[in-house]
């Protein structure tokens, strides 16, 4: 499946530094504007760069007020771009793919993306806790006032799929079954488990899933992720900038975008990625067949089922048979990609919008620095969801490739 020819796609801009802050649980230490500040600093060094590089700031406002001039003077930067699009957990997937557009439209030489959040030390409850807001919005209009929270309406799409797809619940249970096997080789990953009091911290299994603490039917506590605090950064340069930077640079070959709303399509099993999917593959000309590594959002596991799906991995409904067997493990990835090889937000972090990790896992992937190492990886997608998959939703694709 590993593509055998070497790339001839357009390279206009490349991710050159990345850094992932350590720490899931920070317990007031740090705010989310000094977690930004660290994980920037740190990926510039990664790349080689400084701060008076970067021309172009990109963050989707995560704990600060007016968030891009906030971080600019924070920074101590002069941006010509400074991007603040909030479409929840894909923001990052959008940055990436809108700072691409910027340097090849020679706007910007150095773009830094950067994410922090501590809902775990704010004890903010992200499933569960109400979805209203002081805006005249659809989700406080239309759904809140009856109770509709999160992990409700993933609950929703995920018995859906189920009364549709035969194998459905087991094959949720293999998608945790194999984040965690992942999580176990990532050091940072099982210290999350640890501080975050996750009980039992060993490998998995399916029953271990299915007998799980109910949470929302049919979603079991295995099958969500867990609340973490953390923050990351990515750093993408311009082919000139990029080919002078430390490490060797891994291109944005191809990208996608688009969103969902109830007024759409019917469907509730069936996301955004459908289009967002086949709009970055085709930029980038390769298949979903040709993809050594799926960092996919992982809210719950229903989230990556479907999103394997749309994006052509398999066809609609056969989800379940494809992924069997362990299938998406790291050391099998000639049978099928691996599946978010640092352990996912299932078993890895998640402060809230967790774009920004799929494409720093994906990177380490294609330098060959991960924990779960894939061998020869030369092709990587990074699929971000925002909102809520059974509503309104966007979805960012993002096609990386190595020289």
Same mark, same amino acid.
């Given at each position: 499946? #590993?593509?055998?020819?070497?790339?001839?796609?357009?390279?206009?801009?490349?991710?050159?530094?990345?850094? *992932?802050?350590?720490?899931?649980?920070?317990?007031?230490?740090?705010?989310?504007?000094?977690?930004?500040?660290?994980?920037?600093?740190?990926?510039?060094?990664?790349?080689?760069?400084?701060?008076?590089?970067?021309?172009?700031?990109?963050?989707?406002?995560?704990?600060?007020?007016?968030?891009?001039?906030?971080?600019?003077?924070?920074?101590?930067?002069?941006?010509?771009?400074?991007?603040?699009? =909030?479409?929840?957990?894909?923001?990052?997937?959008?940055?990436?793919?809108?700072?691409? #557009?910027?340097?090849? $439209?020679?706007?910007?030489?150095?773009?830094?993306?950067?994410?922090?959040?501590?809902?775990?030390?704010? $004890?903010?409850?992200?499933?569960?806790?109400?979805?209203?807001?002081?805006?005249?919005?659809?989700?406080?209009?239309?759904?809140?006032?009856?109770?509709?929270?999160?992990?409700?309406?993933?609950?929703?799409?995920?018995? @859906?799929?189920?009364?549709?797809?035969?194998?459905?619940?087991?094959?949720?249970? *293999?998608?945790?079954?194999?984040?965690?096997?992942?999580?176990?080789?990532?050091?940072?990953?099982?210290?999350?488990?640890?501080?975050?009091?996750?009980?039992?911290?060993?490998?998995?299994?399916?029953?271990?899933?299915?007998?799980?603490?109910? &949470?929302?039917?049919?979603? %079991?506590?295995?099958?969500?992720?867990?609340?973490?605090?953390? +923050?990351?950064?990515?750093?993408?340069?311009?082919?000139?900038?990029? @080919?002078?930077?430390?490490?060797?640079?891994?291109? !944005?070959?191809?990208?996608?975008?688009?969103?969902?709303?109830?007024?759409?399509?019917?469907?509730?099993?069936?996301?955004?990625?459908?289009?967002?999917?086949?709009?970055?593959?085709?930029?980038?000309? !390769?298949?979903?067949? *040709? &993809?050594?590594?799926?960092? !996919?959002?992982?809210?719950?596991?229903?989230?990556?089922?479907?999103?394997?799906?749309?994006?052509?991995?398999?066809?609609?409904?056969?989800?379940?048979?494809?992924?069997?067997? +362990?299938?998406? %493990?790291?050391?099998?990835?000639? *049978? +099928?990609?691996?599946? =978010?090889?640092?352990? +996912?937000?299932?078993?890895? =972090?998640?402060?809230?919008?967790?774009?920004?990790?799929?494409?720093?896992?994906?990177?380490?992937?294609? #330098?060959?620095?991960?924990?779960?190492?894939?061998?020869?990886?030369?092709?990587?997608?990074?699929?971000? =969801?925002?909102?809520?998959?059974?509503?309104?939703?966007?979805?960012?694709?993002?096609?990386?490739?190595?020289?």
């Amino acid at each position: 499946m #590993r593509a055998e020819t070497k790339m001839s796609q357009k390279k206009e801009a490349a991710i050159v530094g990345i850094y *992932e802050y350590p720490s899931r649980k920070v317990e007031g230490r740090i705010s989310p504007l000094q977690i930004k500040a660290v994980c920037a600093a740190q990926a510039l060094q990664d790349a080689g760069l400084d701060w008076c590089d970067v021309d172009g700031i990109y963050d989707a406002g995560e704990g600060s007020q007016m968030s891009g001039l906030s971080i600019s003077e924070y920074f101590g930067v002069n941006p010509s771009v400074i991007n603040t699009t =909030n479409v929840g957990g894909s923001s990052y997937e959008f940055h990436a793919a809108q700072a691409k #557009r910027d340097i090849a $439209a020679g706007k910007v030489s150095v773009a830094l993306l950067t994410y922090g959040s501590t809902p775990h030390s704010n $004890a903010v409850a992200i499933g569960v806790g109400s979805r209203t807001s002081s805006g005249l919005d659809p989700v406080s209009n239309i759904e809140s006032f009856s109770g509709m929270t999160l992990v409700a309406n993933y609950a929703m799409a995920a018995g @859906r799929h189920i009364y549709e797809n035969e194998n459905t619940r087991e094959a949720m249970a *293999e998608i945790s079954v194999v984040t965690r096997h992942h999580a176990m080789r990532n050091p940072q990953a099982v210290k999350a488990m640890q501080d975050l009091g996750f009980m039992d911290i060993r490998e998995t299994s399916i029953d271990d899933v299915l007998n799980s603490r109910m &949470i929302a039917d049919p979603l %079991r506590l295995l099958d969500c992720c867990m609340i973490s605090d953390g +923050g990351g950064a990515v750093v993408i340069a311009a082919p000139e900038v990029a @080919r002078n930077c430390r490490k060797r640079p891994v291109w !944005i070959l191809g990208s996608g975008e688009a969103t969902k709303y109830p007024a759409f399509k019917a469907d509730i099993t069936s996301s955004a990625a459908v289009e967002s999917g086949p709009r970055a593959f085709g930029e980038a000309g !390769i298949s979903p067949t *040709e &993809i050594d590594v799926a960092m !996919i959002y992982d809210s719950f596991s229903i989230t990556v089922l479907c999103i394997l799906e749309d994006l052509g991995f398999c066809k609609k409904g056969e989800g379940a048979a494809w992924i069997a067997d +362990g299938r998406l %493990r790291y050391d099998r990835a000639s *049978e +099928g990609p691996a599946l =978010n090889t640092d352990g +996912g937000g299932l078993s890895s =972090n998640h402060p809230g919008m967790r774009g920004i990790f799929l494409l720093i896992e994906a990177v380490r992937q294609l #330098r060959g620095e991960s924990t779960s190492q894939v061998d020869g990886a030369a092709l990587a997608i990074a699929h971000g =969801n925002g909102g809520m998959l059974g509503s309104r939703h966007s979805a960012g694709t993002i096609i990386l490739g190595n020289d």
